[in-house]
């Protein structure tokens, strides 16, 4: 019965460290614009502008990325205790 919790564990792992993967590249383009010229800040700063923008539902979306994050590193925990 312990093994069922495997396989959403290693999905929810591999969430989490897929969404960490990319905020560490967005965080690499960002300081190696200093370097080479390149529009991720630019785009970046595009993108919380039309959230910002959208008011209420700019928020919720806000809160949906950054709550996904959390979830699946919290559930890959539960996932984790479940199946040892």
Do not use: E, H
């Amino acid at each position: 019965m312990k093994k069922l919790f495997l396989i959403p564990m290693s999905v929810c792992w591999l969430y989490f460290v897929s969404i960490t993967v990319a905020l560490i590249l967005i965080l690499l383009s960002i300081l190696g614009s200093v370097f080479v010229p390149n529009n991720v800040l630019t785009n970046l700063l595009g993108f919380l502008g039309t959230l910002g923008d959208a008011g209420f539902v700019g928020l919720v979306v806000l809160i949906t990325f950054v709550g996904q994050y959390f979830l699946a590193y919290r559930l890959y925990l539960f996932f984790k205790t479940r199946a040892s």
